[in-house]
């Protein structure tokens, strides 16, 4: 009996203890997250443009950067995020335009700033189309990459926000706004749309780049460049994926259609580059690709025979390789043609638009006629170098027809594949062939062709051991 | 208070008519029967007259000792010296009585009835308390471990040293942590396969019922099993065994609890043979002394005996003690110095509340049946079958929580820690020199917050899914849940009055289910389990059995495998005791036998995780033997020497178990094997009836050990951010020292302390270093890490650092009053030094002096790389001690309080570190070092400033 009232006493005890000495240590309440908006008061909001304006003010004035004051009234500006660096594709950086869709009224132009924040995970803050304020006092206005950045001012330098100040900076508003792409013509891109979102219709990955990924290559250096190119006119628009990104090491999409991204300028302010949030933003669901057509022969070939042949060697300057009968022309008015280049005891042609300062490059190396009729079962080959690579700029084109100007007559291209590499320094030989051309007879002639836009298109190419072989 | 003194008054009267009358019986009752000279006796608690057995009897200044049965008695039957001698009658808990007696030749001195009092200043228990409560069971290396559970019960003044004072200092006696010594429960061994160590937390809080110890120490032969190197515990749980009554505890402290009930009730024996026994305890704390390290633990301890007959007994024993702590974490040095020592970067503000982000949860029930049969006076056989069930979990933040666009996960979060490299000042002191405002915003951001920020945690998730997606950021555990059973039987005989046998066989059977399980997704609702830093969609998966598979709070993700390990032991054991020399030899052989079997196929690994693994099996050995030789019964001369073949344990045998069947040398083709042991060592032992002293000396060799870390790389050979798994194979390690303790009762009251040990011990040879990780895809990733998912470095240039584990030299000083008023004082102060950082393996190897290309650094310097790779010695410190108590008793109730203040001197000091992994070349770690404020410093546990302890009881 007194075991059980002992016992009773010390279940009540330790019931009473259990219950009276919780320790908080779970089952905690989710925080209330929502937003609240600033409420920013319009007087002190400016738009882009006077921004913009403050930078020019500055640079009139000798400076580099435009600064806004510290001790003046709180000024802001208003944007909406277009940028997320939830793939890793954009580090450190958040991207706002003033838009949410293609709207341009003058008093208030369609502008894009990039603000630079020393922090990661900004998509966790700031989703695409959050309304954002931007408490500028304090900051400067710049130029980056060739494009406008707001950041810490830092003497005559953008200096980055840093992670413990970056959320009393950039104010998050209580709006997410869904942002409309800017549907452009990749001809008709300029400065004024640099940091705002863009969509290009009906485009391609360049078919010459399609069994590479987006960054994942060896010779890949902070970025991956690719050929984005129109199905409708035929520009080229370089995508930019930094090989931080996610996705860096998928394959790029095979087919065709529509790819929306941020434009911007490359790291080294040399050309312009399209740069994608994710791989949402790229829909190349046709599967029908707008390759251009390229000759296509069937038949057995042989090389019992050298129809032509030419190595270079024998050729010092172009114009004795002119002598020979090859056409060597800029056709778009400017002075890049192609020249007679060395390395190492070897002569090839070579051609670049490096430093032309030629917006618009379109020159022609075409060779003398070769004649087929006395030969069957003909194919070409040719060795080729890439160099600083910024864009496949180089077409090999074949044609039975030439009216002697490149302009007028009927190309139809080969089937070669250069690559879009190495960015920098030398890419070496690469043969190519053979190519079957067997189903062509009387006089023929090859070209390659070089179209050019100095600075963002500027590769240079090597052409060396141009050969025609076939049977008697 | 009057009248309390009345009742003592009473009691001592009382008790001196008792001790008188047994000294006269002592001198008359002499038996009948000629012969052999016996001396022979029984003890009872003076309160309840229950007989008390495990009470050591010794005759003072003689080799002559033994322990009481369980009904409480004892015979010494040979080598008893004649005349007036002194008896000794001790046992824990109890005061410690002598009695004189004069024994004759060819006489029985029989004395029946020694009354022993319930010692209750209990000083034993106060540490006890404290420190089985502290065993951290951080996995955190370091200085999780602690071995004071192990030692606590023992006599000797340096094992109680080392367990009571030296313990928050994380000292290892022999620089050799816990999986060398074996803890029992009732025979049934306690250690864990996965690492060797017993998990202390499974009895915790159950103090009163765990009390009842059996402590061999060192090699000397345990009756229960081979044991480790530095002893055996065995802790008896038997209800007969228990002391009849109940008592109520409360206990206050600042260091891991703030709050402690225990109630326990002991039936003792009743008289239709059964007995009972009952502990309910609860521990509970907001914070210790760390910040928000909660503390939240209840047990409950019930143990049921049955007498049979006089030969046969049947105990159950259930032990259910589920517990949750929060972690703390180690920090740099520019931490410390901006937060103090109690600064803990798991934790953050959610809700008004602390909420630590890092809580260990331990619940592992122990069911057992024990069963005694007494076959004869001489032999007796004890069958035990134990099952322990249960998880042990720990949690953490997950930032690496993504999106599925088009098949492939995109996203990730940043580092929640607010100690993350990338916010200190430090890292913009490197980075911005030239704008030190950024450095100091940083340290003002720091300073004002610095914690983790559960809002924003929330608030990106609630975010990321308003969009369709995921949580960014998920609070995960990883689990550990293990069944086991173990069944044994052991055997004592004793084959004559001089020879001790014991032998048992063991065999237990382990299934270890380990997985990772999402706690909270805080504001999300799913979690896409995915690896976010694989390159494919083929090895981002963690199962390729269910591709990209969304998952939820309560479900298993991310790694999922079982580990079973089966053990058979046998051993056996010869002791035998003569006039001038004891001796034994003991020898034990062990086959284990351990299996993964993966549930999850990991895509990284897919033809190497699914399904069962190949079978390990290792064979170890063991022979030890030692000798004590009795030049007087005040000198006396031991020598124990061991030889071990040891499994290692789970945690060094697999060397990625969460994704993969691989094995510790699969890789660098170098068979995986037993470790092995050597150990000797010597005492002297002098005894008089006022100085107790040993000093010993020890040499203890470990060949053969292995040694995996985890831990993500931010920047192996670049930028490459990977989860990768450190492997050292074939350790050699040397420990070496001596150990000196005294205890003198210069007086009746005051008795007086010294200890001192002083160890090297060190790596003695230059294992081999791989690291594994998944195989990457990414070409710039493959220049720097191949394509085969490990890089062999060769050796790691290890030999002569030493080992880290607290500190080599340890002293004590200290004394103890007792006063005859029931109150008592005692203050030590504990020197310690010799304390050494963990050091990285990997820095000592080809790596620190290799560029890129393969070839030496061209700016490498021998000298500056000799400074650079000296290993950080911590400062000595001193800790100053107190404890002291008083207890009243009033009719048959006992009231006692007792408290303790460690470190009186609020002495800042480091108990242990490591360096950070990341500076692993040269280059790195010279411009990181030059550095005013190291970015990637070596991270340190700093110790407790002063704390208290205080307990009050009441016993009924």
Redesign the interface.
């Known amino acids: 009996m007194k075991a059980n009232k002992i016992l009773n006493l010390l279940v009540f005890l330790t019931m009473t203890f259990a219950i009276t000495s919780c320790v908080q240590d779970d089952d905690f309440k989710t925080p209330d997250v929502s937003v609240i908006d600033p409420n920013i008061n319009a007087d002190n909001v400016i738009n882009f443009s006077a921004v913009v304006a403050r930078y020019n003010d500055a640079v009139a004035d000798g400076d580099q950067v435009g600064t806004f004051e510290f001790d003046l009234d709180p000024l802001y500006i208003e944007g909406y995020v277009i940028s997320s660096d939830q793939s890793g594709n954009f580090f450190e950086e958040l991207i706002i335009q003033n838009k949410v869709d293609d709207s341009d009224p003058s008093e208030d132009p369609r502008l894009g700033f990039n603000i630079s924040i020393n922090a990661r995970g900004l998509y966790e803050t700031y989703e695409i189309g959050r309304k954002v304020y931007v408490k500028l006092n304090g900051l400067a206005v710049g130029m980056a990459n060739g494009t406008f950045i707001i950041g810490k001012a830092a003497g005559n330098s953008i200096g980055q926000i840093q992670e413990f100040e970056y959320r009393n900076i950039v104010i998050r508003g209580a709006e997410v706004a869904t942002i409309t792409p800017k549907v452009s013509a990749i001809a008709d891109l300029s400065a004024q749309y640099e940091n705002t979102l863009i969509k290009i219709e009906d485009a391609q990955i360049n078919r010459n780049e399609l069994g590479l990924t987006y960054a994942g290559e060896a010779d890949d250096e902070f970025d991956g460049f690719r050929t984005i190119e129109s199905c409708a006119d035929g520009g080229t628009l370089l995508l930019q994926t930094s090989t931080f990104a996610d996705f860096k090491s998928l394959p790029l999409p095979q087919g065709r259609g529509s790819i929306q991204g941020i434009f911007t300028r490359d790291f080294g302010d040399d050309f312009n580059v399209l740069v994608i949030n994710s791989r949402e933003d790229v829909n190349f669901d046709t599967t029908e690709r707008c390759d251009p057509i390229v000759l296509e022969c069937e038949g057995p070939t042989g090389n019992a025979l050298t129809v032509f042949n030419q190595n270079f060697e024998s050729t010092t300057t172009i114009g004795q390789l002119e002598a020979l009968g090859w056409t060597n022309i800029n056709v778009s008015g400017g002075s890049v043609k192609y020249v007679i280049g060395s390395f190492s005891n070897n002569r090839y042609a070579q051609i670049s638009g490096f430093g032309s300062g030629q917006a618009n490059i379109e020159a022609w190396l075409v060779t003398p006629v070769i004649n087929l009729d006395a030969s069957t079962g003909e194919s070409l080959t040719f060795d080729f170098e890439v160099a600083f690579a910024n864009g496949v700029i180089l077409q090999a084109l074949i044609t039975d027809n030439y009216t002697g100007d490149v302009t007028t007559t009927e190309w139809i291209e080969l089937d070669v594949s250069i690559p879009n590499t190495p960015s920098s320094g030398f890419g070496g030989f690469n043969n190519v062939g053979n190519l079957n051309i067997s189903c062509l007879d009387g006089d023929v002639r090859v070209a390659f062709k070089y179209s050019g836009s100095d600075p963002s298109a500027t590769t240079r190419y090597h052409i060396d051991n141009f050969k025609v072989v076939g049977n008697n | 208070m009057c009248e309390l003194h009345l009742t003592k008054l009473k009691k001592q009267t009382k008790q001196m008519k008792k001790s008188f009358l047994i000294f006269l019986f002592g001198i008359f009752s002499i038996a009948a029967a000629f012969g052999q000279t016996i001396v022979k006796g029984s003890v009872i608690d003076s309160a309840s007259d229950e007989p008390i057995p495990s009470v050591t009897v010794t005759i003072e200044g003689s080799n002559v000792t033994t322990l009481t049965d369980a009904k409480g008695e004892f015979s010494f039957t040979s080598d008893v010296p004649l005349g007036e001698q002194v008896l000794i009658v001790e046992k824990i808990g109890y005061m410690t009585k002598r009695y004189p007696i004069i024994i004759n030749e060819g006489k029985t001195l029989d004395i029946s009835g020694m009354l022993l009092d319930f010692d209750i200043s209990e000083s034993q228990d106060l540490f006890t308390v404290t420190l089985s409560d502290d065993q951290l069971s951080d996995d955190a290396s370091g200085g999780a471990d602690n071995i004071s559970g192990l030692l606590q019960s023992s006599q000797d003044v340096f094992q109680r040293t080392a367990a009571f004072e030296f313990s928050s200092s994380f000292f290892n006696p022999r620089g050799l942590d816990s999986e060398n010594g074996t803890v029992l429960m009732n025979g049934i061994e306690m250690n864990k396969e996965y690492d060797g160590r017993p998990q202390w937390a499974d009895w915790g809080g159950l103090n009163d019922v765990v009390r009842n110890q059996v402590l061999t120490n060192g090699l000397s032969p345990s009756s229960y099993t081979f044991g480790g190197i530095l002893g055996t515990t065995n802790i008896i749980t038997r209800a007969s065994q228990y002391r009849k009554g109940?008592r109520?505890t409360y206990s206050s402290s600042n260091r891991s609890y703030t709050?402690r009930?225990i109630?326990t009730?002991a039936?003792g024996l009743i008289s239709n043979g059964w007995a009972f026994t009952?502990s309910?305890g609860?521990r509970?704390?907001?914070e210790g002394y760390q910040d928000a390290t909660?503390?939240?633990a209840?047990s409950i301890f019930a143990s049921v005996e049955k007498k049979i007959n006089d030969k046969h007994s049947i105990n159950f024993t259930s032990i259910y003690a589920p517990n949750?702590r929060?972690k703390s974490s180690p920090n740099t040095q520019e931490v410390y110095d901006l937060k103090g020592i109690r600064y803990n970067d798991y934790w953050g503000y959610?809700?008004g509340?602390?909420?630590n982000s890092r809580?260990k949860e331990v619940e592992e029930p122990i069911l057992m049946l024990n069963h005694y049969w007494d076959i004869s006076s001489k032999t007796a056989i004890n069958t035990n079958v134990g099952y322990q069930f249960g998880k042990i979990g720990n949690s953490r933040l997950d930032n690496n929580g993504?999106?599925l666009?088009?098949g492939?996960?995109?996203?990730?979060?940043?580092?929640p820690s607010p100690t993350y490299y990338?916010?200190l000042p430090s890292y913009?002191e490197r980075n911005n020199p030239d704008?030190l405002g950024?450095a100091y915003?940083?340290q003002?951001?720091?300073l004002n917050n610095g914690q983790i920020n559960?809002?924003?945690l929330?608030?990106?998730n609630?975010?990321?899914a308003a969009?369709g997606g995921n949580a960014?950021y998920a609070l995960y555990e990883d689990r550990t849940d293990d069944k086991k059973w173990t069944f044994n039987s052991i055997l004592n005989t004793e084959f004559n009055e001089n020879i001790q046998f014991n032998a048992a066989l063991y065999y237990t059977k382990l299934k270890s289910e380990n997985f990772a399980s999402i706690i909270?997704l805080?504001?999300a609702s799913t979690y896409l389990d995915v690896d976010?830093f694989a390159?494919?969609?083929t090895e981002n998966q963690s199962d390729l059995q269910n591709p990209n598979r969304i998952v939820t709070e309560g479900d298993k993700f991310r790694y999922n495998f079982n580990l079973y390990s089966n053990v058979i032991n046998g051993y056996a054991n010869a002791i035998f005791k003569y006039n001038k020399i004891d001796f034994y030899v003991a020898a034990d052989i062990t086959r284990t036998e351990y299996q993964r079997e993966g549930i999850y196929q990991n895509g990284a690994f897919a033809d190497n995780s699914l399904g069962k693994g190949r079978k390990l099996d290792f064979t170890g050995f063991g022979g030890k033997a030692g000798l004590t030789y009795k030049l007087t019964g005040k000198h006396l001369f031991d020598v124990n020497a061991a030889y071990i073949d040891r499994a290692p344990s789970l945690r060094n045998t697999y060397s990625n178990s969460r994704e993969n069947h691989n094995v510790v040398g699969d890789q660098i083709g170098r068979p995986i094997d037993v470790e092995t042991v050597n150990t000797i060592d010597a005492s002297y032992i002098f005894r008089s009836s006022i100085v107790k002293a040993k000093l010993t000396g020890y040499y203890t060799t470990i060949e053969n050990a292995n040694e995996i870390s985890f831990y993500y790389a931010d920047g192996i050979g670049g930028?490459t951010t990977a989860f990768i798994q450190e492997i050292l194979q074939g350790i050699n390690k040397k420990h070496l020292g001596g150990e000196f303790g005294i205890e003198a009762q210069v007086t009746p009251t005051i008795k007086l302390k010294g200890v001192a040990s002083v160890g090297q011990y060190t790596y003695s040879n230059n294992p081999d270093l791989t690291l594994t990780f998944e195989p990457t895809?990414?070409?710039?990733d493959q220049?720097i890490l191949g394509t085969e998912g490990f890089l062999n470095y060769g050796n790691s240039n290890l030999k002569d650092y030493r080992i880290a584990g607290g500190p080599q030299t340890a002293y004590s000083v200290g004394f103890e009053y007792r006063d005859p008023d029931f109150w008592w004082v005692g203050a030590t102060a504990n020197f310690f030094d010799n304390t050494y950082i963990d050091i990285s393996p990997l820095t000592r190897t080809k790596n620190f002096t290799t560029d890129a290309d393969g070839l030496p650094f061209n700016d490498y310097d021998e000298d500056l790389a000799r400074k650079l790779l000296k290993q950080e010695q911590f400062d000595n410190y001193m800790l100053v001690n107190l404890v002291g108590g008083k207890s009243w008793k009033i009719d048959d109730y006992f009231v006692g309080f007792f408290a303790s203040v460690n470190n009186l001197l609020d002495v800042v000091h480091k108990t242990g570190g490591f360096e950070q992994g990341r500076n692993a070349n040269f280059r790195q770690l010279r411009d990181d070092q030059a550095l005013d404020t190291p970015v990637f410093g070596s991270r340190y546990w700093y110790g407790r400033g002063t704390t208290y302890f205080v307990n009050v009881y009441f016993r009924f």
Do not use: C, H, M
């Not at chain 2, 492939?408 to 580092?415: A, K, L, T, V, Y």
């Not at chain 2, 895809?777 to 710039?780: E, G, I, T, V, W």
């Open positions: 109940g109520l709050n009930v109630a009730y039936s009952l309910i609860r509970w704390g907001e909660l503390y939240d209840n949750r929060g959610q809700d509340e602390k909420r809580i993504t999106d666009v088009d492939f996960p995109e996203g990730g979060g940043s580092n990338q916010k913009f704008d950024i915003g940083a003002q951001e720091f559960w809002n924003q929330y608030q990106a609630v975010s990321n969009a960014v909270d805080l504001g976010s390159t494919n969609s930028s895809n990414d070409p710039a220049l």
